[in-house]
């Protein structure tokens, strides 16, 4: 009986990996339609109705292009940093909180900030071990932006902990169920998608990318299979980070279709903020980090803390 409910299990996370990554494909057409009508001209439309499996058309390209090695190189780091890249953004889909037939964490949250220091490495070392001078800036540019965000996503994460009380990302939806928090917490909120948007380098903070000073960044000596791993794993992030902002934010997780709806308005944002803005100066993203969204999640967290004791002393007389 146990096997049967671990093989239950399993079969359950091979179809939800499935899921992320179709959903992913479907992503990166969404972005190309959004992006070529924002700019006045038509997207993908010639594979199949309306360019719906130009998605697939591209990953057998990619997948079955020629890979370069580089005689330069790390050949192992410079190989497997990608593959590990895209297996730390599926591991981490696991904590979606479904009610059967998966994995349930208690500890939920802290197994996310786990997964996402990690996935930090993956991006130094592809950018070290391609030996390219533009590859190096990009990786250290990118490392730079991803730690200094995830200090204050982590604060703003234990803002909804201590209001919560619990690391099961379930316990927002009981939580949730007559007030979202982002009415209580409109600032952290913004913060929260802004940084996200830092975390996952995306506009306007796509400075591992930058194109006009660093010719694509850290990925410039990937290409084909290499290449696709790393875009899979970026659009993988983008779609768990407008996940955890609906379960956070938006009234926790339930089985319906409106918190995929949600989910997919976000996501939407995100493409929307990369087809509006223009990319931000390095110096003010460091600038917005540490003197704006640091302080203002510090001071959230106390506030919020405060009033747990409080209502914790007032309960107890």
Do not use: H
């Amino acid at each position: 009986m146990i096997f049967y409910d671990y093989y239950l299990s399993f079969i359950g996370i091979i179809i939800l990996l499935i899921g992320v990554l179709v959903s992913v494909a479907f992503l990166t057409l969404l972005e190309r339609k959004l992006l070529s009508y924002i700019q006045i001209r038509k997207g993908p439309n010639k594979v199949s109705f309306l360019g719906i499996l130009q998605p697939f058309s591209d990953g057998i390209k990619l997948f079955s292009k020629n890979n370069i090695y580089l005689n330069l190189s790390n050949y192992l780091c410079y190989y497997f940093s990608p593959i590990i890249s895209f297996s730390l953004s599926l591991l981490i889909w696991v904590l979606i909180p479904y009610y059967f037939n998966m994995v349930s964490f208690n500890l939920g949250i802290l197994f996310f900030f786990c997964c996402s220091s990690v996935g930090v490495y993956t991006i130094m070392i592809s950018g070290w071990s391609s030996n390219s001078s533009y590859s190096l800036l990009g990786g250290l540019r990118a490392v730079a932006q991803t730690i200094s965000y995830e200090v204050s996503l982590a604060l703003i994460i234990l803002s909804g902990i201590i209001l919560i009380g619990d690391f099961n990302l379930m316990i927002f939806f009981i939580y949730q169920n007559m007030i979202w928090f982002i009415f209580i917490m409109i600032p952290l909120g913004l913060c929260w998608l802004s940084s996200s948007m830092a975390e996952t380098n995306r506009s306007p903070f796509d400075f591992a990318e930058g194109e006009s000073e660093l010719v694509s960044g850290f990925n410039i000596e990937y290409g084909g299979g290499g290449f696709a791993l790393i875009f899979l794993s970026e659009y993988s992030s983008i779609l768990f980070m407008s996940l955890l902002f609906s379960i956070m934010f938006l009234g926790g997780y339930n089985l319906t279709l409106m918190f995929y709806f949600k989910l997919g308005m976000i996501s939407f944002l995100f493409i929307w903020v990369r087809g509006t803005l223009p990319r931000f100066r390095y110096d003010k993203l460091m600038y917005l980090s540490w003197k704006i969204y640091l302080p203002l999640s510090l001071n959230f967290l106390l506030f919020f803390l405060g009033i747990m004791i409080f209502l914790k002393i007032f309960s107890m007389n």
